[in-house]
């Protein structure tokens, strides 16, 4: 049930554009729109995948976030050179809490940050030497890595490095594949182009590779996880349910991925992708190439949990179909007992999201099982195929908003009044310092994880003790907080 109707959410969006001057204002109106579960095509109502407008606090990031700190970044057995400046492979190095099994800096390598550490010099005389003697380097002291990627920043395509060339030279001498990503920075309109990029080097050097390798023995029930990224360990979690039907997961990249796994997808039954935004460009290759079928999938929330499970075991035979009824009915009892001690706590509060990827709406049913209701979502980089599953899972005339502005945003949640904001880092303190309650979703706020019945579980946990804390009673938000006539009288009346 919405908590606005259309006109006034119309009213809403007009009200916030006011202050932008008139060029600005047609621009960010279409990126502004209610929500009509009934259109079939998104783009009948909001715009997205857009340059955004200059001179407002956008959230996005670049291309090569895209392609080194999600699709990429996350290959365990693989060495990822940040090749540029040291700082963009530092803050891209760990902060999306990929786990992984292994033994860090021996097999392993995915919280290391590997950089080229690019200085004037370099920038000026050109850096394929230095890329050269780095991954000489890297085999005489890293000699059980599988391989190596080359994430170009924005210095690499300004000044025109070869690292093809490179790359090409380095693969002979090491007999491993060193692969080169043209993922610079600058590149396209956010890190969705990022995602495009990485999945196009995987197809051009890695998915073939054994095409002609009969030695690995296939079944019936074989599957590919793609696009879990493993955040606070949600791979896990989702892989123990499809296990447990029955289904043999070959393949689970990019978190706690491996190359050898990656190069074994296109033999798998099917591919299971969690994030389609990112991983969307190689499962419809594997199955152009090589007619592997694909399939989106939600494990956020019993509701959705038991949706998918039904779905993916209808492409296999009753055995499958029979054993995915018996995963859901083993957990009936642990998540009832879930909703039965947190959806009283939680019954009825509102929740506004801006994340990426997928989570803007795969994470609505889980807060929906809970009682909650996701008054106004959007995403940071996504396309109109994504808002074109979104408006579906989404209340009539409720909010959507795409690569919102910081002014945007926090003219909607003061509008809108919501318990909880569920968004990333860069929000966070800002809505918390407004005395409003706040997940962090990107990275599941060092918690998780959220996803399979496990998951759902800290899930509704996290969203408890965030919204009932009992900070927020020492804490207002800008709408409770009293004008200030208003806070005078009661003073003067105790006086």
């Not at 060029?23 to 209610?34: E, M, P, Y």
């Not at 692969?179 to 956010?190: A, K, L």
């Amino acid at each position: 049930m919405a908590t606005m109707t259309r006109d006034e959410t119309q009213a809403l969006i007009q009200e916030v554009l006011e202050v932008y001057p008139e060029k600005a204002k047609k621009d960010r109106a279409k990126h502004l729109a209610v929500n009509d579960p009934s259109v079939e095509q998104s783009k009948k109502c909001i715009t997205s995948n857009r340059k955004s407008q200059p001179g407002v606090m956008t959230i996005r990031g670049c291309a090569y976030a895209g392609s080194k700190g999600v699709v990429w970044g996350p290959i365990k057995d693989m060495i990822h050179i940040s090749h540029g400046p040291v700082g963009c492979g530092q803050y891209s190095r760990a902060g999306r809490r990929n786990y992984y099994t292994g033994m860090t800096g021996v097999n392993t390598f995915g919280t290391m940050n590997f950089t080229s550490d690019f200085q004037e010099k370099d920038i000026v005389f050109g850096g394929d030497k230095k890329l050269a003697k780095m991954l000489d380097e890297i085999e005489q002291l890293f000699p059980l890595s599988k391989g190596v990627s080359v994430q170009s920043e924005c210095p690499i395509g300004l000044i025109g490095d070869d690292i093809e060339s490179v790359s090409k030279q380095k693969t002979k001498e090491h007999n491993k594949p060193i692969i080169p990503v043209r993922c610079e920075g600058f590149r396209g309109v956010s890190q969705s182009l990022g995602h495009h990029i990485a999945n196009d080097s995987i197809r051009d050097h890695v998915v073939h590779n054994r095409d002609n390798d009969t030695s690995f023995e296939t079944t019936p029930y074989d599957v590919a996880i793609i696009g879990d990224y493993n955040i606070g360990g949600d791979a896990w979690s989702s892989r123990i349910l499809l296990e447990e039907m029955g289904l043999r997961v070959v393949a689970q990249w990019s978190g706690d991925g491996t190359l050898s796994e990656m190069e074994l997808t296109p033999k798998v039954k099917l591919n299971l992708i969690h994030c389609y935004r990112s991983m969307n460009y190689i499962s419809r290759h594997m199955e152009e190439r090589y007619g592997v079928p694909w399939m989106e999938y939600n494990l956020f929330g019993p509701t959705k949990i038991a949706e998918s499970l039904r779905k993916i075991a209808e492409f296999f035979d009753e055995t499958i179909q029979a054993n995915a009824e018996k995963v859901i009915a083993k957990y009936q009892a642990e998540y009832d007992a879930v909703i039965a001690k947190y959806r009283p706590r939680l019954e009825g509060k509102k929740v506004m999201l801006y994340v990426g990827g997928l989570r803007p709406r795969h994470i609505i049913g889980a807060y929906e099982d809970l009682g909650m209701e996701v008054v106004g979502t959007g995403y940071e980089f996504a396309h109109n195929d994504d808002y074109d599953r979104t408006v579906k899972e989404m209340g009539d005339s409720t909010l959507l908003y795409d690569d919102v502005t910081g002014y945007e945003f926090e003219e909607f949640t003061k509008a809108l009044k919501p318990d909880l904001v569920g968004s990333g880092i860069k929000e966070k303190y800002i809505f918390q310092k407004m005395g409003i309650p706040f997940r962090q979703m990107h990275s599941w706020d060092y918690s998780g994880p959220y996803h399979g019945y496990d998951g759902f579980a800290i899930f509704a946990r996290d969203m408890d003790m965030t919204i009932n804390n009992p900070c927020w009673n020492s804490m207002k938000a800008p709408w409770l907080k009293p004008a200030e006539g208003e806070a005078e009288a009661p003073m003067a009346a105790r006086a």
